[in-house]
């Protein structure tokens, strides 16, 4: 943490809890908060923070913005705990604002940035459309569904989404990466695993272990660097092009299923199937998932169900749910487990 002289102690954070009435309208303006977060991750505020207090004046040359503006800004983002303003009015870094820098372990710049895309200020004041008919607004919106709109008109929002995602994973993979018993297993497959990050993650850790990636083309293409050409785990790891939707061609002990049982419950429905019919007797399952209930994010994830819902129809999972949908697929679910605060592992295995 920053060290500050005596006159640049952080004010402490109001401790009192707002009255309901009040607490309403902190929550209704919930969009100035995340309108914030968004130009601070912009301008790079965080990053032109170092370890000692600096005024806002100093900020401002640093980022090319006027004074007092990002002053204000910083002052509303204090309030949340996103930096810290000291007594003699200059500003130092939180364990908050340190996940808003480039180069923090644990960044969540981008996180930040695609949450608050310009596409999501059209999106959410249409939610109670996407309650209403239970499906997205996207295509009504912008002409086309989703992944077409970012591909084809928002390039820079493209690149945006896949730098969260890339964060997200590399940053959960090792999580997983420790939490799996690979006692037995000789070859694990990545089913819709994006750029592998788990996989080069189980790899690194086990190394006689062998691994499959299964994803579109177009995601597979472009997997983690350690797992194809002359990367470290290359040896070790093959890529398959495919669509879990459509079919499984891989043979494994174990099958990873992560983050993709959100869309439309046919979908979920066809890739559990193929799993099944790919996969030998007794093999393992591991489905990891965020949860909308029994877990201590359950802020983060009913938000982000709610962003499923608009953008693409889809939806997080109860526990319940999850596990009616693998139950339907005809695997015996055996433990369930907490993987970091936002996911949880269900360890299943395919029946003789």
Known sequence: MTTVSPTSTPIPAPQHTPQPAMRMRELVFGAACAAAVRAAARLGVADALGESPATASELATAVNAAP?????LLRALSCYGIFAETEDGQFVHTEMSHLLREDDPHSLRYIALW?????TWQAWPRLD????SGGSVFQELYGKGFFDYLHQDAHESAHVFNRAMTTSSMQSALDVAELLDLTGISVVADIGGGQGHVLASLLEKHPTLRGVLLDLPGVAANADPRLRGDGPLAARADIVPGDCREAIPVDADMYIIKNILEWDDDSTRRTLANVVEAARPGSRVVIIENLVD????????TAMDLLLLLNVGGAK???ASLCARMEDAGLVIGE???VNAYLHAFECTVPG
């Open 68 to 72: 007092l503006p990002l002053q204000r």
């Open 115 to 119: 949450c608050t895309e310009p596409w």
């Open 129 to 132: 459309d996407a309650v209403r």
């Open 294 to 301: 029994d877990t201590p994010s359950m802020k983060f994830t």
């Open 317 to 319: 999972h109860t526990k």
């Open 336 to 338: 369930i487990r907490p």
